[in-house]
């Protein structure tokens, strides 16, 4: 259930149901996160996909794939690191933080709770 580093931006099958793409700046708009994601509504959670792209302020970008999530919350922490959370259930869920810098995963941990 962990997100994925890629090479190129993950490109969804046709037909696939998709809600509309949000943008996220950073605190400073330095660099913006769009975010795509299937529709819960008409795709089962054990097949939902989001499409992460950073569009950098120096051109550049990088790309990130999560699978298998109820939902998926991104949040910028400063103008370089973005935490990313993806809820598996009413018990679980992955809380990630990537630098869109460095493109690499500075925190990747399951968490279970309990109500």
Same mark, same amino acid.
């Given at each position: ?20 793409? +949000? ?5 400073? #708009?330095?660099?913006?996160? &769009? $975010?795509?994601?299937? *529709?819960?509504?008409? /795709? ?16 550049? +970008? ?5 699978? #298998?999530?109820?939902?998926? &919350? $991104?949040?910028?922490? *400063?103008?370089?690191? /973005? ?33």
């Amino acid at each position: 259930y962990y997100a994925k580093i890629l090479k190129e931006e993950y490109k969804f099958p046709a037909g696939i149901p998709l809600r509309e793409r +949000k943008e996220i700046r950073s605190p400073k #708009k330095i660099h913006v996160a &769009k $975010l795509q994601v299937t *529709n819960a509504a008409k /795709v089962p959670y054990d097949k939902a996909k989001a499409s992460i792209v950073f569009d950098l302020s120096n051109g550049g +970008k990088r790309f990130i794939l999560a699978e #298998k999530f109820r939902t998926i &919350k $991104l949040k910028w922490i *400063n103008d370089r690191l /973005v935490f990313i959370d993806c809820n598996i259930g009413h018990v679980a869920s992955v809380g990630q933080v990537y630098d869109v810098e460095e493109d690499r995963w500075i925190y990747q941990k399951g968490e279970s709770y309990y109500y």
